[in-house]
């Protein structure tokens, strides 16, 4: 199976400027979690999807949002971008679950989306 | 409320010599227990994981953790290090069938020759 991928690997913005990110999901996944990782905060949780609803949401400004859709594949949108936005954007998949099989809670990583902003 | 200390932001150990990376969590709820590794500029790679069943836990690359409810602790350990190693690992907490999941500041292993 492929796994997560995420595109662009690298991006640089201005502030103020908006940015699309992109997500595919491992096939079957229907749960995609974003993270934001920085070297002074760490990895921390931006949202989840799951079946094109929003599941959770961490501690972000609304400048922050996501979408997902019918076949699992997400976006997270950053608005007005600010210079503390630059970051390393990860996205996350797991296995929720069917008919025959548990739910597995691992999360599966993409290699993530290096955003700088100037 | 959950969450994740590591104990020590580097760590450097000899080749060949024991790998013990400290992990306390707290949890509200019964904690699923991870370990990732992160190689420079790549994303989070899946070390093992502790749901329930089996509090010792055996992973990728001959690495191993122990799920001590009395203590909190899900440290990491490997017996004998190797070059190839030499990366960040993190610990994280979630509380189940949630797409959140919790994550500690990270550790940095440093492999001597």
């Known amino acids: 199976k492929a796994g997560v991928t995420q595109t662009p690997r690298y991006l640089i913005k201005t502030r103020g400027q908006q940015v699309t990110l992109s997500c595919s999901p491992i096939?079957?996944?229907?749960?995609v979690s974003w993270y934001q990782q920085t070297p002074g905060q760490g990895l921390q949780f931006l949202f989840e999807y799951f079946s094109e609803t929003q599941r959770n949401k961490g501690n972000f400004p609304g400048r922050f949002s996501g979408r997902q859709f019918s076949n699992s594949r997400s976006e997270m949108n950053v608005s007005t971008l600010e210079l503390g936005d630059s970051a390393l954007y990860l996205c996350?998949?797991?296995?929720?679950?069917?008919?025959?099989?548990?739910?597995?809670?691992?999360?599966?990583f993409g290699p993530g989306t290096r955003l700088t902003v100037t | 409320a959950q969450s994740v200390t590591q104990l020590g932001s580097h760590v450097s150990v000899s080749e060949g010599a024991l790998v013990l990376l400290r992990c306390n969590y707290s949890s509200s709820v019964p904690p699923y227990l991870f370990w990732y590794v992160q190689y420079p500029n790549q994303g989070l790679q899946l070390l093992l994981k502790?749901?329930?069943?089996?509090?010792l836990v055996k992973g990728i690359n001959g690495f191993e953790a122990e799920f001590k409810k009395s203590e909190t602790s899900f440290h990491l350990t490997k017996p004998s290090a190797h070059m190839s190693d030499a990366a960040e690992y993190f610990c994280?907490?979630?509380?189940?069938?949630?797409?959140?999941?919790?994550f500690g500041q990270g550790t940095t292993l440093q492999v001597k020759p």
């Open positions: 502790y749901t329930t069943g089996a509090t």
């Open positions: 996350a998949s797991s296995w929720s679950g069917g008919t025959n099989a548990p739910p597995s809670y691992e999360q599966y």
């Open positions: 994280a907490v979630s509380g189940g069938n949630t797409g959140k999941l919790i």
């Open positions: 096939s079957g996944h229907r749960s």
